[in-house]
């Protein structure tokens, strides 16, 4: 792949601002207590926003301490072992997150639109495309990434426009104050973007100039802003009916109608497919760059073809054995995210420091 | 009879041009020569002629020249030719010939079998003196050609009514008359081994980059096809390396259009025996750019490229729209189309998708046909295809109205950008299969594939999907609508300067 990663830091935020969205759409407060998560999740919607911007600022600063504070760059850099355990560990953070992807992705189809029995057709024909797209490039997909922002912002404006015709503001209801359930939203919504870091931290050194603060903090708020908008969307227009709904975004969006549409969730599906394209396809390519750093060789087509077999293997057997659930769980409770996020880049500095200290010496 | 592939590859390699050799100093040598090359030839001619105490021949390929120009400018000066003594003999008519005398506006030197053959076979005369290393070559063209005829493939209407011709001489000077700059360059290529068809590289010093142009001219140098018949067969050259549906580089037959990318930096190739010229690079928004745009009023000129762009997305992806909806998703149609659509599916033995197969197959095959025939002809095929047999097939209830109405409506879409139809019918075919086998899933799956296969295109290290994106605001004003000229004059745009651009040297 010729001229990797030289991307702007405006496509970067686009990327990192549709690959956030495409996890807002389908946002589950919590998989338990499904009576009262509807009404937790607008009190985590208005705390995680802070934590998020934290921790994005964080990531922001590390960022910004050079060009080669990027994960990426930092396993490409010698041939250690060290390195290369880092880099592997990535691979699997970001497998995780794919996966986690994938198998969301699929089950959203087969539940909402088709017959669970072509499950594997909807993963088959979703990697392949995620293979095709991610062997063209990280340029490639930043370059169409800007066009899909603008066919998302048309989409959303649809959706926004639908869903305000059946909003009753009799369906806002204060929430009812539970303590765990209360934290347990937040720490929901704050655990999602850790993946928006991980991307930010591999993907910063590539980009041209380096990072713009300004983007970022667009980008946050506009994050914070739309998942806000989307949960206060969701209760005016469903209420109650929405907190039972594992999708409630989309159920808005059925109810929803504009003039010469019917029903909107032609539109959310479009959004969804789009969205999902470009965040698997980011992650794929993350993964397979990732890995040539493992290998310490150039990455291949062939390379991203075995990662998008891979992928849907992996895919069809979580769904196989239920493991759905389980995947959603780890990645929204956190864990995953913080070894690969907290873990991971501890012992990259770690091992920065100890061979800046051995050339010292 | 036993094929035998070695004989046929030995027969072919006779074809490829033999070691280039300077010309013998002996005249009887040199035809000789010459006679072997061109296997002696049925429209070679030799003359020989004795002037002034020495042998010359004059060679030329017949219908390449003008025999009343050679009579009265070449063979009657030689005719009456007397040099002096001290003057006379091979060198004094050489002399002559070089400079002594205006026999021809257009007159070259050639040193090698191959340069005499190459001016003989462009409508030189070539004079070849005895005792001589080099022959003069004197231009008196007098082909029959087309003239300067109004472009039937970009009609426009306001503005030049020129369209560029076969000879390639011809439409350098349409760009020139347009363009009276010294900076406007034009540098000569050949290409096609056995063809060694005359092809030009124009571009403005200043406005193409060095490297844009460098990079042009090795890849064209690079080309090892043996017949170059049209400026289409070096297009694959100066795309971007790898299969796609779009090229990056574009073609037109208004000398116009060309001045106007030379002037924003693009670099123009002429191929002799074509009125199509090619432009490196071209951006996939230009498709939807036309002259009228420039000498419209703005605000239609932006209505018709808007125009321009939905009919682009109509085409492509509404009859795989229509089917995947009528197939998969009808609770998504409004209730007042549902009875009209569903119905004419009910009542039509073929599934929506085999359906709007058989009107799409039905209408490329009366299209392919009406193409080809004499165009009388092709009319009636025309109006027995769409009439008798459209109607016909309605009637005998073997399509829907619905669908023929679809089909007819992208077809008409489907020429309003017409250097884009080629890619556009097979992604319209590709996304009917992606409707009917995936629904409205196949279809934006297929859409996310299409744009990023778009994006990932670029030419001469220029994306062509710029300036949209990457994406570049001061190029907004001349993209899906036109600024007026008042706002265009403020600054020059420049190919190069487009965000992504890989910046090769300066200008």
């Known amino acids: 792949m010729e001229r990797q990663g030289l991307i702007s830091p405006f496509q970067l935020t686009v990327l990192l601002f549709l690959s956030r969205l495409f996890t807002i759409m389908t946002y589950v407060p919590a998989m338990e207590g499904q009576e009262k998560n509807g009404l937790v999740l607008l009190l985590g919607l208005l705390v995680s926003p802070l934590a998020q911007m934290a921790l994005l600022g964080l990531g922001l600063l590390f960022c910004r301490r050079g060009r080669e504070n990027s994960h990426l ?139 713009r603060t300004g983007a970022v903090w667009t980008l946050l708020g506009l994050c914070s802003l739309l998942t806000v908008g989307m949960g206060l969307g969701v209760t005016f227009s469903l209420g109650y009916y929405g907190q039972g709904k594992e999708y409630p975004l989309f159920s808005a969006a059925q109810a929803a109608r504009l003039l010469f549409m ?53 895919a069809l057997l979580v769904d196989a054995f239920h493991g759905g659930g389980w995947l959603t769980r780890s990645m929204t409770m956190g864990w995953v995210p913080v070894l690969g996020v907290f873990f991971l880049p501890l012992v990259g500095f770690s091992a920065a420091r100890h061979e800046e200290r051995k050339k010292k010496a | 009879m036993k094929f035998d592939a070695g004989r046929c590859s030995d027969a072919y390699e006779k074809l490829e041009p033999e070691a280039d050799r300077l010309l013998p100093e002996n005249l009887e040598d040199f035809l000789v020569e010459l006679r072997a090359r061109t296997g002696n030839s049925d429209d070679l001619v030799v003359q020989m002629h004795s002037v002034a105490g020495c042998q010359l021949a004059v060679v030329m390929f017949e219908g390449q020249i003008s025999n009343q120009q050679v009579s009265q400018l070449l063979l009657g000066p030689l005719g009456r030719l007397e040099l002096p003594e001290e003057k ?33 076979m462009s409508g030189f005369a070539v004079v070849v ?127 116009d259009v060309l001045c106007a990318k030379l002037a924003e930096g693009r670099v123009g190739v002429l191929v002799d025996g074509t009125p199509f010229a090619l432009i490196v690079p071209f951006l996939f928004a230009e498709h939807f750019q036309t002259m009228d745009d420039y000498t ?35 609770d998504l149609i409004p209730d007042l189309l549902l009875s009209t659509f569903v119905g004419s599916v009910l009542y039509t033995p073929l599934p929506a998708f085999w359906e709007a197969v058989l009107v799409f197959v039905l209408y ?43 089909i007819a409506l992208t077809a008409v879409t489907s020429f309003v950008v017409p250097s884009l139809y080629q890619p556009v019918t097979v992604l319209r075919l590709l996304f009917l299969v992606a ?48 600024s007026s000229w008042k706002k265009l004059q403020r600054s020059d745009l420049r190919v190069g300067d487009v965000p992504g651009a890989q910046k090769k040297d300066d200008r």
């Open chain 1, 262 to 314: 019917e029903r909107l969730d032609s539109a959310f599906l479009g959004l969804w497919i789009l969205l999902g394209l470009v965040k698997v396809t980011l992650f794929l390519w993350l993964m397979t760059q990732l890995w040539g750093k493992v290998l310490q060789r150039p990455v291949t087509g062939l390379m991203t073809a075995v990662h998008s077999g891979g992928l849907l293997a992996a």
């Open chain 1, 73 to 211: 760059s930092f396993s490409a850099a010698g041939t250690g072992p060290l390195r290369r355990i880092v880099a592997a560990g990535y691979w699997l953070l970001v497998g995780a997150v794919c996966l986690y992807s994938v198998v969301g992705f699929i089950r959203f189809l087969a539940e909402a639109f088709y017959d669970s029995r072509f499950l594997w057709v909807l993963a088959a024909t979703f990697c392949g495309a995620v293979g095709f797209c991610a062997n063209r490039g990280v340029e490639a997909l930043a370059r169409a990434s800007t066009v899909l922002l603008a066919l998302t912002a048309v989409g959303l404006i649809l959706l926004g426009g639908g869903m305000a015709g059946t909003a009753d503001p009799q369906n806002f209801l204060m929430p009812l104050w539970d303590k765990n359930l209360f934290l347990q939203g937040i720490w929901q919504g704050v655990a999602m973007n850790f993946e928006l870091m991980a991307i930010l931290l591999l993907q910063s050194a590539t980009t041209q100039g380096g990072l």
């Open chain 2, 364 to 406: 490329e095959l009366l299209r392919e046909a009406g193409l080809r025939l004499p165009r009388p002809i092709g009319h009636a095929v025309s109006i027995v295809g769409g009439l008798v047999i459209g109607d016909a097939a309605v009637t005998a209830g073997l399509v829907g109205l619905p669908m023929v109405i679809l």
């Open chain 2, 296 to 330: 419209h009023r703005p605000y239609f000129a932006a209505f018709l490229r808007l125009l321009r762009m939905v009919s682009f997305i109509a085409t492509v992806f509404l009859p795989g729209y229509y089917v995947a909806v009528v197939t998969y998703h009808p």
């Open chain 2, 88 to 120: 006379g003999g091979s060198q004094g008519v050489m002399n002559w010939l070089r400079s002594g005398s205006l026999l021809a506006s257009d007159q070259k030197e050639a040193r090698t079998l191959d340069e005499v053959l190459a001016f003989a």
């Open chain 2, 129 to 255: 003196v005895d005792g001589q290393k080099s022959a003069v070559a004197l231009g008196y063209q007098g082909f029959s050609t087309r003239g300067v005829g109004e472009p039937s493939s970009e009609v426009n209407l306001r503005g030049s009514r020129e369209g560029f011709c076969e000879i390639i001489t011809l439409n350098v000077a349409l760009v020139r008359r347009r363009i009276k700059s010294g900076l406007l360059t034009v540098e000569s290529l050949d290409a096609g081994r056995v063809s060694r068809t005359k092809v030009k590289l124009l571009y403005l010093r200043g406005a193409a980059s060095a490297g844009l142009v460098r990079a042009v001219r090795e890849r064209l140098r690079q080309v090892d096809i043996s017949v170059v018949l049209d400026s289409a067969y070096l297009q694959p050259f100066l795309d971007g390396g790898r299969f796609s549906f779009f090229s990056g580089a574009g073609s037109t037959e208004r000398p």
């Open chain 2, 435 to 482: 409707g009917g086998t995936l629904g409205l899933y196949g279809i934006y799956l297929g859409l996310g594939i299409f744009l990023v296969d778009l994006c990932s295109l670029q030419t001469l290290g220029i994306p062509v999907t710029a300036p949209a994106s990457p994406f570049d605001r001061r190029s907004m004003r001349d993209l899906f609508i036109r």
